[in-house]
């Protein structure tokens, strides 16, 4: 058995943002998590995270991760085992966890708790079929894994997983058929809605799941509309087809390992469920055991990694006996304080100041939260378009702009201010938002043409000259556009410039290839309408050249499937009514039949 | 193989070389590094187990190991996290049938 100064049970971005704290106050921790490599949650992120510069804002989640491993592989104070299950904390400070099918113990003087949640389950009729995942499931397999559990997707729940996952879920290559929310609004942060809007992905608001449909896996889902009381309303129940449903309905914490080591848990739902009792230095009940990250409340991995230092800070001080050193640490505590209440104090972060009230940790001096609307600039010049009206903690468009020209203030849940005069147009901030709430515009009042830069973060990437479709803030169809310039960043956020007829540059948001869906018209040929109406547009009017150039109507069938389809579409196209159209010659044979019949000659008799 | 995302934007999957399991004695392909739940669920296959009192099909549901939907009988163990298992080369997965044999 082996002993610790300190044990960080879960290597998540608290735990492992405590044990980088502690490693560096020469302090000797040992960090344990189930998974085969140290990250958390985090290895399945691919968005860039919000924040500030000093918590990793713009890195995305799994990079962010490597950094946190990097730092800890790189100091000798910290010990790592991974693919180590701990399943029982003892009264004795002993952790006793399981590796290669073997049992481990190890005793603490400290010990920091960061086993983070899991996700909430919805009971619906069939929610125990195959194919019903949690959000997070489907991050792991595909994100971690590579692998893609299905074609159409449904989600429920429109937190900020169940949008995060949209957008991934498209990234891949998915389809996602819509996101259901039993609220009357949008539970995650709007510029994550936005994005996947403008990808035309629906969100259902006031519906839930009533239903998944299938035996041994899912088909698809019945949904419907529910009252205030979120009770069914009958009759307005919708099938929808989707081969897998994701519940993303928020997450609880995982406090038994907590409970095991003495700590007190109380049931508060606005952290997530029963959390352990702590104090604004995430000390509980035990004065040995601190927590950090989601089982202390559910939130962001940037406040997790605040916990995990505060946590790490006040613990190291157990084990500094210079008394100059422990004052400093007393203020990096009281620093990290005022930066978590910093990122508390917006409008989002409302229930999780209500929840962290009942334990008697007041949010309170920060700075007042400025906003305002969006800001369209001068026309004419390029320059950058800021469409982020909710105050969320996040600064890192004015961390990006290396001109200063966009403002957001001491309290980072301020919304972004740009100075015109300043911006010269480059575009970083766009690239940088993790919202994707950025884009360029240019006017060109002499052709009647405004230059639009949209965030791209799809497959394939358009090219430069290429006609694609521009859309919407709900990804409807505006107009055509053309591709003028594609710009590639490092952080795989590049940017599609097209170019749109004037009128259309406050209303284009977002950019796709054209969808070339068209219908089968002649299927002995298969000729599509859009083809057919192609030569009809070049000119072609008669319905037997029609015939030659496309050889509609002269199939097997002889063109007893088509032929009324086909004079239908030039008649709508020419205004002259069918019964004036040529309709070709009819001849022989009228039935598919076998050459030699000819060869054979006529009957005899 | 089916079910495996070829080209990402931000991501590039470098997958570990191939090795071969069988799920019921049938064959299937997977890379090193990811678990036997991964590995099945990118082969198309989503039933995991059959429930121990209503005989339902059961799949995988949090992929974390901590809801215990995935568990399978793995080179004769049963109650085993299939999405806390890393495949080898050669080993036998098969549903379980309610709650698995003590012995």
Not at chain 1, 124 to 153: C, K, W
Not at chain 1, 436 to 441: C, P, R
Not at chain 2, 71 to 80: A, S
Request: charged share 25%; proline share 5%.
């Amino acid at each position: 058995m082996k002993s610790y100064e300190t044990i960080v049970v879960g290597g998540g971005p608290a735990g492992m943002m405590a044990a980088i704290t502690l490693g560096s106050k020469g302090v000797k921790t040992l960090i344990l998590d189930e998974n085969d490599e140290l990250g958390g949650q985090l290895v399945k992120q691919t968005h860039k995270f919000f924040g500030d510069h000093a918590h990793y804002a713009s890195v995305r989640g799994f990079e962010i991760a490597q950094k946190l491993q990097e730092k800890i592989f790189q100091d000798t104070n910290i010990e790592v085992e991974t693919s180590a299950t701990v399943i029982g904390i003892y009264p004795n400070k002993m952790v006793v966890y399981a590796k290669n099918g073997k049992e481990f113990k190890a005793t603490y003087e400290k010990l920091l708790i960061s086993t983070g949640a899991m996700e909430k389950q919805l009971p619906f009729i069939n929610s125990d079929l195959p194919g019903v995942y949690g959000a997070g499931a489907v991050q792991t397999l595909m994100n971690e894994y590579g692998v893609m559990p299905g074609r159409r997707f449904l989600i429920i729940g429109s937190g900020n997983i169940g949008l995060i996952l949209a957008y991934q879920l498209i990234q891949a290559g998915a389809e996602v058929r819509g996101i259901v929310e039993a609220l009357g609004k949008i539970g995650g942060y709007a510029v994550h809605a936005k994005k996947i809007k403008r990808l035309g992905v629906p969100i259902f608001l006031k519906h839930t799941i009533v239903r998944a449909i299938g035996n041994e896996s899912v088909l698809g889902a019945v949904i419907a509309k529910v009252d205030n009381n979120f009770n069914i309303i009958p009759g307005t129940e919708v099938e929808k087809v989707a081969d897998t449903i994701c519940v993303s309905v928020g997450l609880t914490p995982l406090s038994e390992l907590a409970e095991q080591a003495g700590c007190k848990v109380e049931y508060i739902p606005q952290l997530g469920g029963y959390v352990p009792v702590r104090n604004e230095r995430m000390q509980t009940s035990n004065p040995d055991v601190f927590i950090a990250g989601d089982l202390s409340s559910i939130e962001e991995a940037t406040t997790a990694m605040i916990e995990g230092k505060i946590a790490a800070l006040e613990m190291s001080r157990n084990f500094i006996k210079i008394a100059a050193n422990k004052k400093n640490i007393e203020n990096e505590i009281n620093d990290e304080i005022k930066t978590l209440a910093l990122f508390r104090s917006g409008p989002k972060s409302a229930k999780i100041r209500t929840g962290l009230e009942k334990f008697g940790i007041n949010i309170k001096h920060v700075p007042k939260i400025e906003s305002y609307g969006v800001q369209i600039g001068p026309t004419g010049k390029l320059r950058a378009i800021v469409d982020c009206t909710e105050e969320i903690p996040c600064n890192s468009c004015e961390a990006a702009c290396s001109f200063g020209a966009i403002h957001i203030g001491e309290n980072l849940n301020s919304t972004p201010v740009v100075d015109y005069d300043k911006c010269t147009g480059c575009a970083t901030c766009v690239t940088a938002c993790p919202g994707l709430a950025i884009h360029m515009l240019k006017e060109d009042l002499e052709n009647s043409t405004a230059l639009v830069g949209i965030p791209y973060e799809l497959l394939p990437l358009p090219e430069k000259g290429q006609k694609m479709w521009a859309l919407d803030e709900d990804g409807n169809y505006v107009c055509d556009s053309i591709v003028k310039r594609v710009v590639k960043y490092p952080n795989k956020t590049n940017i599609v410039y097209i170019e749109v007829p004037i009128e259309f540059s406050r209303k284009v948001l977002s950019v796709s290839f054209p969808k070339k869906e068209s219908p089968f018209v002649c299927r002995c040929e298969e000729i599509t309408l859009d083809k057919i109406e192609r030569v009809v547009d070049s000119g072609i009017t008669d319905f037997e050249e029609l015939k030659r150039l496309t050889r509609v109507t002269m199939g097997p069938c002889g063109g007893k499937n088509c032929k009324l389809v086909v004079l239908g579409i030039l008649s709508r196209k020419t205004g002259v009514p069918i019964s004036k159209l040529s309709h070709g010659t009819s001849r022989p044979p009228v039935k598919p039949v076998e050459f030699s019949l000819f060869m054979k000659g006529s009957d005899p008799t | 193989m089916e079910g495996r995302i070829k080209a990402h934007p931000i991501l590039e999957f470098r997958r570990g070389k191939r090795v071969k399991f069988y799920f019921e004695d049938r064959e299937i392909e997977a890379y090193e590094g990811e678990t036997v739940a991964a590995a099945l669920q990118a082969n198309g296959i989503r039933v995991l187990r059959y429930t121990p009192n209503t005989k339902r099909p059961a799949g995988l549901f949090c992929a974390i190991g901590k809801c215990s939907s995935c568990l399978m009988k793995i080179d004769g163990v049963p109650n085993v996290r299939s999405c806390m298992t890393k495949v080898r080369e050669g080993m036998h997965v098969r549903r379980q049938n309610g709650r698995g044999d003590v012995l």
